[in-house]
Every structure is written in C-alpha cells, then in structure tokens.
C-alpha cells in the first residue's frame, strides 16, 4: 500500500465512499418495500406477485452473476466493477418508474439484480486490503451500516417521494442519484495492494474457482456461517419488503396519532398511512440497525482474536434473544408496543454481520476473498432474498380468506423460526472456525 492510500483520512474516505454506495445499493434495493402498496393498488398485483418482484426477480440475476464477477475481482480492478455496477443498478432503479404492468416490472428489477451483482463480494475485498486483521469486524461493521442507511432512506423516500408525487417518481429520483455518484466513485477511489496487509505468506496470486470451490469444501464454518446468515436473512429481508404494508394494514388508522408531535412542514395536506408508516419504519431500520452492526463488529474485534468461535457465538445469542421481541412486536396491540420491540428486533438481528463477513475474509486467502464472499453471497441471497419474501406473501395470501388483512401479520409471525434455525447454526459452527481459518 503506497503513502497516499495509507494514512488514516484516506482510508476514513474509503469507509466513507464505500458507504455511501452501499446506502445506494439498499435504497435502490429495498424501496420496493414501501412502493409496493401504491405499485399494487396501481398495476392489480397479489401478494404472491409483489413478493416475486420485491425478491425473486431480484435475487435470480443477483445471485447467480455474483460468482463470475467476483472472479473477475479478484484478478481486475475491484474499483471499476463497483463503478460499472452502481451506474448498472441506478439506471434499472430509474427503469421500474416507467414499467406499466407486472412483467416490465419484474425486468427492471432483474436489471437492478444484474447491476447489484458486482456491488458488494469487492467492496469486502477491498476494506480487508485498506485495514488490517485486528480491525477489520469494525471497519467491516461500518460498512454494513449502509445496509440500515439505505434500507432507512429507501423507505422514507418511498414514501415521502410517493405521498408528495408518485411511486414512478421515486423509482427515477433515487435511480438518476445514484449514476451521479459513480463518476465520483471512480475518480477518488484507488486499488489498493491485494494482500497488503496479510503478511509474507499471503497468496496473492489469482485462483481458479475449482481452487476456491475446494478450498471452501474443506471448511464446514463457511458453510454453517453462510447458511445461517441465510436463515435469518429470509426473515430480514422478508421482513423489509413486507413491514411497511403490514403496518399499514394493521396500524393504518393509529399511525397518525403516533406521529402528532411532527411539524407541519414534514406532513403534506392529505397526508397517507403509507408516509406515516415510511415515517415509523424508517427511525427503526436506521436506529435499530446502526446500533446492531455496531455492537457486532466490536465484540468481534474484542473476542475473536483470543478465541476464534466468538465470531459464530455473538450472533447466535443475539438471534436467540431476537425470539421474545419477535413475538411482542408482530402480535402487539399498539405502535406504542410495536416500536420499541422492533427496535431491539432489529438491532438483534443484525448483530451478525461484522462478525460474519470478518470470519469470511479470514477463512481463505487474499487471492479468493472475493470470490468466496460471493458464494456466501450467493446462498445468503438466493435463499434470503429469493425465498424469505416469497414465502411471507404466499403465505399472507392462503390466510387471507380466514384473517382478511391481518392475513400478513399471521404470515410474518410463522417466520420466527428461521431465526431459530440460525442460531443453531452458528452454534453447531463455533468450535470449528479455529480449525478452519486462514489468515
């Protein structure tokens, strides 16, 4: 690493730059949360179907262009993928304000999949090459704060943008945001030394993806961590799609009541229960989340260079006691309930990512961090992003004859058992990550 990519400020702006574009990469992910009672009330769509444009669409290209391109950065520069790939997903973002029904649609947001498929796998490559081992859960830790950022910002500007002009225009105003940021990423953004700071016997030559593939094979903590992270994450990304509509549904009429306190100038004339619950979901995502990746990434920095299983052992507790805040938050009487128990939810459940993504990049060597980050991704999403929001909108639908529009909450509620499972997980993995690690 040269003298101009060492010092403390330029690595700050690393962390800073690769934030913002992360916080991108989630309002452009997740706004269709929020967007989906107007998208669905306008276009006719079911559950079922909103779910398949909110997860699967997304999740089909995402996922599986994920690997191939974070094979490519590991042997090419990781700042121009993650430049093509923030113009690619800004302009499909742009593209799903023009979509006129349920099949343009779903294209866009395979588009958006196409472009966020090079968005994170170098991100994690390039933070482990600007910081080093001891301090990599924490910086791994902010960077994850762009996923409560950006799930925060997308469904607050959903919804003011949609309450103030319409769901197409906030599709193309968070779209055209993000291609403004790309030349700025790419112009202050430098490649820095892969491996640098691993030490002599860091491999830094490039690998093939059977070296990978073998690698990993060998090494039952990546899988039990990745499939973990997996489990929770049909509930995590389920519950960002579908929240939003389930407040709406169940807390419609109390939600302005909630918010008397607010200024005038925040509330438009006419104002909807969709900004108001934009309003509530949002300061629990950001507050909720920032917290928990936070207090993630510190434990790990503080336990897990003295005892190695810590890095399974965190998140496993904090999904353990995700369980009772699940319960009261989803069966509550009232917002007054609601919010605090989602707030401690979220912090919770999202306690596992600096640890987890710290754990990856010390599984295999610098010369696969890319590429076994993306096959973490690829089962993470696949399974979480694909499934979790499917399974939740196929179920809310088939208990809709019976609880009409409390059918959602009956449907998020059966979900408390993937978090459950992944807690196991993580603990039938911590005493095997010693073992397993690399660097």
């Known amino acids: ?194 491996g640098g700071l691993d030490g002599a016997s860091a491999v830094t030559t490039p690998a093939k993806v059977s070296d990978v593939v073998t690698t990993l094979i060998a090494k039952p903590s990546f899988w039990g961590l990745s499939f973990g992270a997996a489990s929770s994450s049909m509930m995590g990304y389920g519950l960002i799609f579908w929240l939003p509509s389930f407040f709406v549904r169940s807390f419609g009429d109390a939600l302005p009541g909630f918010f008397a306190w607010m200024p005038a100038f925040l509330v438009p004339e006419n104002p909807s229960s969709l900004l108001y619950a934009s309003y509530f979901y949002a300061t629990i995502l950001l507050l909720g989340g920032v917290a928990g990746i936070w207090l993630g990434g510190a434990m790990a920095d503080r336990y897990g260079p003295n005892k190695k299983a810590a890095y399974a052992l965190v998140p496993a507790a904090a999904f353990l006691a995700t369980i009772p805040f699940f319960v009261v938050g989803v069966l509550a009487p009232s917002l007054w309930v609601a919010f605090p128990a989602f707030l401690v939810l979220q912090a919770l459940s999202l306690v596992w990512l600096g640890p987890v993504i710290s754990a990856f990049q010390h599984l295999v060597q610098p010369n696969m961090r890319a590429t076994a980050s993306a096959i973490f991704l690829f089962i993470n999403n696949l399974v979480g992003i694909g499934l979790g929001n499917l399974v939740i909108g196929a179920i809310s639908d088939g208990l809709k004859a019976q609880y009409g529009d409390e059918s959602l909450r009956y449907a998020i509620l059966s979900g408390i058992v993937f978090y459950a499972v992944a807690a196991g997980l993580f603990i039938y993995t911590a005493p095997r990550l010693k073992r397993d690690w690399a660097t």
């Open 1 to 194: 690493m040269d003298g101009r990519t060492s010092t403390p400020f330029y690595r700050a702006y690393v962390l800073f730059i690769l934030v913002v574009v992360y916080t991108f990469n989630f309002i452009d992910r997740q706004i269709v949360g929020i967007l989906a009672v107007p998208i669905k009330s306008e276009l006719a769509l079911s559950d079922t179907q909103l779910s398949l444009m909110g997860g699967l669409a997304f999740a089909l290209f995402y996922t599986f262009l994920g690997i191939p391109i974070a094979m490519l950065a590991d042997r090419k520069s990781r700042t121009w993928i993650m430049t093509a790939a923030l113009a690619i997903w800004s302009a499909m973002t742009a593209a799903c304000g023009f979509a006129q029904n349920f099949t343009q649609l779903f294209l866009a947001r395979l588009g958006v999949g196409v472009g966020e498929a090079g968005g994170v796998a170098p991100a994690y490559s390039l933070i482990s090459d600007y910081f080093p081992a001891e301090k990599r859960a924490r910086a791994l830790s902010i960077y994850s704060f762009g996923i409560p950022i950006g799930s925060a910002l997308g469904i607050l500007l959903g919804g003011v943008l949609t309450s103030y002009l319409n769901w197409r225009a906030a599709f193309i105003i968070v779209g055209l945001a993000g291609l403004a940021i790309a030349p700025i990423f790419r112009l202050t953004m430098r490649e820095p030394k892969r």
